[in-house]
């Protein structure tokens, strides 16, 4: 191959964007094409068939499997209360009856002749499917759920945590290499999305927890600070499903990182406004990468959209960001892209770049060791 | 499945699509033997936008077809075959771990026993099992039926009760499953596969369980006797649901099981193939690794009791190198993974260094210290896998023994590992960071630091992971495979010559004798030493050890042994460092004694 191909996250003032909200079995639709959407407005619903309760009868009655049939006051199908008789042995002459009575509500829904067991299905558990996306919906997808598109800004973080979330911009740091701590966390930041710049503390996060915010977004944390907070230590990046109180995104990796200084203008320029984000963050097949999304108003849809930055070919000049140490974090641009393979202080061969940094000075790195940032 | 003619097939083209990229390579017929010629990748194409997996296939066997001077692919696309002249290929074969693999769920009556064999099962066919669920797994039933309802297994495998027993139970983990009614991972018209191998009476019974949301096939009890694991319809069963359910459901995949000439086999699976034909052939022990980002899968086949080999699989799914790197630092514990790093270094920032690995995956070691650590997180990684590995293949469980006047003393019971250090002739390597390390030296001593092999053991790596496509080959064309395995598949690092026992350190441990070709030398190696010696690749010598009082080489305590060790890219190992393998306890001391062995072995040359 005589070109690299090099991943970068999407940072971009406008883009169409589209979700697809699906619900995990099917149920019903509840918008159709052309509606317009709020993120906060359910799109399909289904109910979930309700937990099971087994109870082995023939155990708690103390008697063969084949009997629990005839026991039985309800059949399958019949609806049960808590408290109501279940079951019960015919006795000695007709005295001396056993009776269960149900300790859970639900419907009868086995009965089983070979092991005695009795299944006790509760209520369906409704689920419901928000719109996530503030937009139009393009595509219906019968009795799955919809297919939402919008303009927006988007920003792909590194790795998040907890689920998605909705709150307003608020700026706590003043520039991109400002540490975001707990004195910068107040209390009118409550259910709002807040944007802090370098490292975020583990008590800057607690603080926003017990304020009520939304959301935390910012340049880098501390592996420690990130154990102290979810109390274990992450062993796999497969997140999202956390009930920390709040969803965080950072934006560029773990140490004292800042973040990138477009991103950083990029929230502030859209402080105030409305956003959707999920830390949901999936390093395997199938990468999932947390994001930050916010709709433009019509004013800012009027505007001339700005480039998109994603993954692309490795080019001369060319920015980008060096991801392992021991340069990591560092910000330069590409300065050769010698064809030949280099043998690395580690010993090994691989293609590499030579990266110019604002200082003039350069650096070899390897290709695997970069990624494409903003032009 | 066409048939086929062994004899005139010259041209074999095999791809591997895994999750990220599709490996192809051709073997040709040079002078009379099957040799492997050329290589070629593309990334796999699973995934949106493509959501087409031949176009990955195409893409890397068109690469091997520029290197080769063959045109494979015609003009619409499609592989040719037959072969006539330069162009196509006699038979095309191909695995997959696309997707994440086969996930599985399994069931059995006792967790040690029934459920256990249906583990082993769906692990041989190159299953990852997402969870065992079993009577006495000490949950309750509601918190299994919940189990069953998170989990979005591709199959499930039922097993339990021996033929003629007790029917009751297994038919309640049945009625367990049906109310759960678990979800598949693949779209809402996918019909879940169930597999039953348990007690043949409780069949009909169980089929009455089920509702058409399940795709029951009933196959031969995998446990028919206690004293019996009959895994071959299991494992037949489930390659034809992964076949007729997951692959017909994965993208492209309908295209692609048109064009293969033997049946797609999960990758894993197929390395086992590859292994457990190489120790039968050869009557060897063998063990096999493969350390991949997310995963780590050792592979087993042993003789334990002389009358067969056995082979075991086991995935350990949370140690990998990137993926799973920062979950192998929290399971082995920063201190165990530093006592191989020879040099200080700040905890902290390499804390933060494993989770920026974790969440940029392909990035690689730039420096030396950088290599250093890596190399010491894949020698825990190994060994915890090892461990896992060990603790799962054992004998049977749950068997009846019959035990003699002389077994008075005896402390044996059922459940013991068959994975025997001494008793292993052959360990292969593979995975990046063993495969792609920068000196051989350093993955023989990453292997010999983790799974610790005593007495005499060769150790190989398999050069470009060519191990899956010859493990379908081997179902087609056994002969193919092997000259295949023997000439380009392995690389050789040559034998590891270790004492089993523990000593004082600069106390004798042993003498040796060697005598080759290209070698002779005699000598004698302290407890706590290392010593490297010049055998190189297709050389042997005889080595004759007279083993110090209390240590052992397979012949028993301080017994003198006398095999012929083969040669290799790195050479001949004498290990003196006594097994279990221990390190200072104190960091310094421990540095000291790291570095001791670094510079012998020439590990890290600039350091």
Same mark, same amino acid.
């Given at each position: 191959?005589?070109?690299?191909?090099?991943?970068? @996250?999407?940072?971009?003032?406008?883009?169409?964007?589209?979700?697809?909200?699906?619900?995990?079995?099917?149920?019903?639709?509840?918008?159709?094409?052309?509606? =317009?959407?709020?993120?906060?407005?359910?799109?399909?619903?289904?109910?979930?068939?309700?937990?099971?309760?087994?109870?082995?009868?023939?155990?708690?009655?103390?008697?063969?499997?084949?009997?629990?049939?005839?026991?039985?006051?309800?059949?399958?199908?019949?609806?049960?209360?808590?408290?109501?008789?279940?079951?019960?042995?015919?006795?000695?002459?007709?005295?001396?009856?056993?009776?269960?009575?149900?300790?859970?509500?639900?419907?009868?829904?086995?009965?089983?002749?070979?092991?005695?067991?009795?299944?006790?299905?509760?209520?369906?558990?409704?689920?419901?499917?928000?719109?996530?996306?503030?937009? &139009?919906?393009?595509?219906?997808?019968?009795?799955?759920?919809?297919?939402?598109?919008?303009?927006?800004?988007?920003?792909?973080?590194?790795?998040?945590?907890?689920?998605?979330?909705?709150?307003?911009?608020?700026?706590?740091?003043?520039? =991109?290499? =400002?540490?975001?701590?707990?004195?910068?966390?107040?209390?009118?930041?409550?259910?709002?999305?807040?944007?802090?710049?370098?490292?975020?503390?583990?008590?800057?996060? &607690?603080?926003?927890?017990?304020?009520?915010?939304?959301?935390?977004?910012?340049?880098?944390?501390?592996?420690?600070?990130?154990?102290?907070?979810?109390?274990?230590?992450?062993?796999?990046?497969?997140?999202?499903?956390?009930?920390?109180?709040l969803t965080l995104v950072i934006t560029e990796g773990f140490g004292e990182i800042a973040m990138a200084e477009r991103t950083f203008k990029l929230l502030e320029s859209r402080k105030g406004h409305d956003a959707s984000i999920n830390g949901a963050t999936q390093i395997r097949a199938g990468v999932m990468r947390p994001e930050i999304v916010i709709p433009l108003s019509q004013e800012e849809l009027r505007r001339e959209p700005e480039s998109n930055v994603e993954g692309g070919l490795l080019e001369i000049g060319r920015p980008v960001r060096i991801i392992r140490d021991p340069y990591f974090g560092l910000i330069?641009?590409? =300065?050769?892209?010698?064809?030949?393979?280099?043998? @690395?202080?580690?010993?090994?061969?691989?293609?590499?770049?030579?990266?110019?940094?604002?200082?003039?000075?350069?650096?070899?790195?390897?290709?695997?060791?970069?990624? @494409?940032?903003?032009? | 499945? +066409?048939?086929?003619?062994?004899?005139?097939?010259? #041209?074999?083209?095999?791809?591997?699509?895994?999750?990220?990229?599709?490996?192809?390579?051709?073997?040709?017929?040079?002078?009379?033997?099957?040799?492997?010629?050329?290589?070629?990748?593309?990334?796999?194409?699973?995934?949106?936008?493509?959501?087409?997996?031949?176009?990955?296939?195409?893409?890397?066997?068109?690469?091997?077809?520029?290197?080769?001077?063959?045109?494979?692919?015609?003009?619409?696309?499609?592989?040719?075959?037959?072969?006539?002249?330069?162009?196509?290929?006699?038979?095309?074969?191909?695995?997959?771990?696309?997707?994440?693999?086969?996930?599985?769920?399994?069931?059995?009556?006792?967790?040690?026993?029934?459920?256990?064999?249906?583990?082993?099962?769906?692990?041989?066919?190159?299953?990852?099992?997402?969870?065992?669920?079993?009577?006495?797994?000490?949950?309750?039933?509601?918190?299994?039926?919940?189990? $069953?309802?998170?989990?979005?297994?591709?199959?499930?495998?039922?097993?339990?009760?021996?033929?003629?027993?007790?029917?009751?139970?297994?038919?309640?983990?049945?009625?367990?499953?049906?109310?759960? +009614?678990?979800?598949?991972?693949?779209?809402?018209?996918?019909?879940?596969?169930?597999?039953?191998?348990?007690?043949?009476?409780?069949?009909?019974?169980?089929?009455?369980?089920?509702?058409?949301?399940?795709?029951?096939?009933?196959?031969?009890?995998?446990?028919? !006797?206690?004293?019996?694991?009959?895994?071959?319809?299991?494992?037949?069963?489930?390659?034809?649901?992964?076949?007729?359910? #997951?692959?017909?459901?994965?993208?492209?995949?309908?295209?692609?099981?048109?064009?293969?000439?033997?049946?797609?086999?999960?990758?894993?699976?197929?390395?086992?193939?590859? *292994?457990?034909?190489?120790?039968?052939?050869?009557?060897?022990? #063998?063990?096999? !690794?493969? $350390?991949?980002?997310?995963?780590?899968?050792?592979?087993?086949?042993?003789?334990?009791?002389?009358?067969?080999?056995?082979?075991?699989?086991?995935?350990?799914?949370?140690?990998?190198?990137?993926?799973? $790197?920062?979950?192998?630092?929290?399971?082995?514990?920063?201190?165990?993974?530093?006592?191989? #790093?020879?040099?200080?270094?700040?905890?902290?920032?390499?804390?933060?260094?494993?989770?920026?690995?974790?969440?940029?995956?392909?990035?690689?070691?730039?420096?030396?210290?950088?290599?250093?650590?890596?190399?010491?997180?894949?020698?825990?990684?190994?060994?915890?896998?090892?461990?896992?590995?060990?603790?799962?293949?054992?004998?049977?469980?749950?068997?009846?023994?019959?035990?003699? !006047?002389?077994?008075?003393?005896?402390?044996?019971?059922?459940?013991?590992?068959?994975?025997?250090?001494?008793?292993?002739?052959?360990?292969?390597?593979?995975?990046?960071? *063993?495969?792609?390390?920068?000196?051989?030296?350093?993955?023989?001593?990453?292997?010999?630091?983790?799974?610790?092999?005593?007495?005499?053991?060769?150790?190989?790596?398999?050069?470009?992971?060519?191990?899956?496509?010859?493990?379908?080959?081997?179902?087609?064309?056994?002969?193919?495979?092997?000259?295949?395995?023997?000439?380009?598949?392995?690389?050789? *690092?040559?034998?590891? !010559?270790?004492?089993?026992?523990?000593?004082?350190?600069?106390?004798?441990?042993?003498?040796?004798? $060697?005598?080759?070709?290209?070698?002779?030398?005699?000598?004698?190696?302290?407890?706590?030493?290392?010593?490297?010696?010049?055998?190189?690749?297709?050389?042997?010598?005889?080595?004759?050890?007279?083993?110090?009082?209390?240590?052992?080489?397979?012949?028993?305590?301080?017994?003198?042994?006398?095999?012929?060790?083969?040669?290799?890219?790195?050479?001949?190992?004498?290990?003196?460092?006594?097994?279990?393998?221990?390190?200072?306890?104190?960091?310094?001391?421990?540095?000291?004694?790291?570095?001791?062995?670094? +510079?012998?072995?020439?590990?890290?040359?600039?350091?």
């Amino acid at each position: 191959m005589a070109q690299a191909y090099t991943p970068g @996250l999407k940072v971009t003032n406008r883009i169409t964007h589209r979700v697809r909200r699906i619900l995990p079995i099917s149920g019903h639709v509840l918008v159709k094409v052309g509606d =317009h959407v709020n993120s906060r407005d359910s799109v399909a619903e289904t109910h979930m068939p309700g937990d099971v309760n087994p109870l082995n009868m023939a155990n708690i009655l103390s008697m063969p499997p084949s009997d629990v049939h005839e026991c039985m006051l309800k059949k399958e199908g019949d609806p049960i209360e808590v408290g109501e008789a279940l079951a019960r042995t015919k006795g000695v002459f007709g005295l001396f009856k056993t009776e269960y009575k149900s300790k859970v509500a639900g419907t009868v829904e086995t009965i089983s002749n070979v092991t005695g067991q009795v299944i006790i299905r509760g209520p369906s558990l409704p689920i419901s499917v928000r719109a996530y996306l503030t937009g &139009r919906v393009v595509e219906v997808l019968p009795r799955e759920g919809c297919v939402i598109e919008s303009e927006v800004s988007l920003i792909q973080g590194i790795f998040g945590i907890g689920g998605e979330a909705f709150g307003t911009i608020r700026m706590a740091c003043v520039s =991109h290499e =400002h540490e975001l701590t707990e004195d910068l966390i107040t209390p009118d930041m409550k259910d709002c999305i807040v944007v802090g710049g370098a490292r975020v503390t583990d008590t800057a996060i &607690r603080k926003a927890v017990k304020v009520g915010a939304a959301g935390v977004i910012a340049g880098g944390i501390d592996d420690q600070d990130l154990k102290e907070f979810l109390g274990y230590d992450l062993g796999v990046a497969i997140t999202g499903s956390e009930r920390v109180g709040l969803t965080l995104v950072i934006t560029e990796g773990f140490g004292e990182i800042a973040m990138a200084e477009r991103t950083f203008k990029l929230l502030e320029s859209r402080k105030g406004h409305d956003a959707s984000i999920n830390g949901a963050t999936q390093i395997r097949a199938g990468v999932m990468r947390p994001e930050i999304v916010i709709p433009l108003s019509q004013e800012e849809l009027r505007r001339e959209p700005e480039s998109n930055v994603e993954g692309g070919l490795l080019e001369i000049g060319r920015p980008v960001r060096i991801i392992r140490d021991p340069y990591f974090g560092l910000i330069g641009s590409v =300065h050769n892209l010698p064809p030949q393979q280099h043998v @690395l202080g580690s010993g090994s061969k691989a293609r590499v770049l030579e990266v110019k940094f604002d200082s003039g000075e350069t650096v070899i790195v390897p290709r695997a060791n970069v990624e @494409l940032i903003e032009g | 499945m +066409k048939s086929l003619d062994p004899n005139s097939i010259n #041209v074999i083209l095999a791809t591997d699509c895994g999750s990220t990229t599709t490996k192809a390579i051709l073997i040709e017929k040079v002078d009379g033997v099957y040799r492997q010629t050329h290589r070629g990748e593309a990334p796999t194409t699973v995934e949106e936008p493509f959501a087409d997996v031949t176009i990955g296939v195409v893409n890397a066997v068109t690469e091997v077809a520029e290197l080769a001077g063959r045109k494979l692919v015609d003009e619409n696309g499609r592989i040719i075959h037959p072969a006539k002249g330069k162009d196509g290929c006699d038979i095309y074969i191909s695995t997959s771990s696309a997707g994440g693999g086969l996930q599985m769920m399994v069931a059995g009556v006792v967790a040690e026993m029934t459920a256990a064999s249906a583990k082993r099962a769906a692990l041989g066919a190159g299953a990852i099992v997402m969870d065992v669920i079993a009577s006495n797994d000490k949950r309750r039933p509601h918190e299994q039926i919940q189990r $069953i309802r998170e989990l979005r297994p591709d199959m499930i495998l039922v097993s339990g009760g021996t033929d003629g027993g007790n029917t009751t139970q297994v038919v309640q983990i049945a009625e367990l499953i049906a109310p759960a +009614k678990p979800q598949p991972r693949f779209g809402t018209e996918y019909t879940m596969p169930l597999i039953y191998a348990g007690n043949k009476d409780a069949g009909p019974l169980i089929a009455k369980v089920f509702d058409e949301s399940i795709d029951l096939k009933i196959v031969e009890n995998l446990r028919p !006797v206690l004293e019996r694991e009959n895994l071959g319809p299991a494992r037949d069963a489930i390659h034809d649901m992964f076949l007729e359910h #997951v692959m017909a459901h994965a993208p492209g995949y309908d295209k692609l099981m048109g064009w293969t000439h033997a049946p797609i086999m999960p990758t894993p699976g197929a390395v086992g193939n590859i *292994l457990q034909t190489i120790a039968e052939r050869q009557n060897i022990n #063998v063990v096999g !690794v493969d $350390i991949g980002g997310a995963t780590t899968d050792v592979f087993s086949v042993f003789d334990p009791e002389g009358n067969g080999k056995v082979f075991n699989r086991t995935v350990s799914a949370n140690l990998g190198m990137s993926y799973s $790197i920062s979950n192998v630092c929290a399971e082995a514990g920063m201190a165990n993974v530093l006592r191989w #790093v020879h040099f200080d270094m700040d905890e902290r920032e390499l804390r933060n260094r494993v989770k920026n690995k974790m969440i940029r995956p392909t990035t690689i070691p730039q420096t030396q210290e950088a290599l250093v650590f890596e190399q010491a997180v894949a020698r825990e990684a190994l060994r915890l896998a090892y461990i896992q590995h060990k603790e799962f293949a054992t004998t049977l469980k749950g068997v009846q023994q019959q035990r003699t !006047v002389g077994d008075t003393f005896s402390q044996e019971v059922g459940g013991q590992s068959i994975v025997n250090n001494m008793t292993l002739d052959l360990l292969v390597a593979s995975g990046g960071v *063993l495969s792609h390390a920068p000196r051989m030296h350093q993955t023989a001593m990453m292997l010999i630091d983790a799974f610790e092999p005593e007495g005499f053991t060769t150790l190989a790596k398999d050069s470009i992971f060519m191990m899956p496509h010859l493990g379908v080959l081997a179902e087609v064309h056994p002969q193919a495979a092997l000259e295949v395995f023997e000439r380009d598949c392995l690389i050789y *690092l040559g034998t590891c !010559v270790a004492a089993k026992g523990l000593g004082k350190p600069g106390k004798p441990c042993f003498t040796y004798a $060697i005598e080759g070709s290209t070698l002779n030398e005699k000598g004698e190696i302290a407890f706590g030493e290392l010593k490297l010696l010049p055998l190189g690749p297709g050389e042997t010598a005889t080595v004759s050890i007279e083993p110090a009082r209390g240590f052992d080489f397979g012949a028993g305590p301080g017994k003198a042994v006398k095999r012929t060790a083969k040669g290799g890219t790195v050479g001949l190992i004498l290990d003196g460092r006594g097994r279990p393998l221990a390190l200072p306890e104190e960091r310094s001391a421990c540095q000291a004694t790291m570095g001791k062995w670094v +510079k012998t072995l020439n590990l890290y040359p600039d350091s």
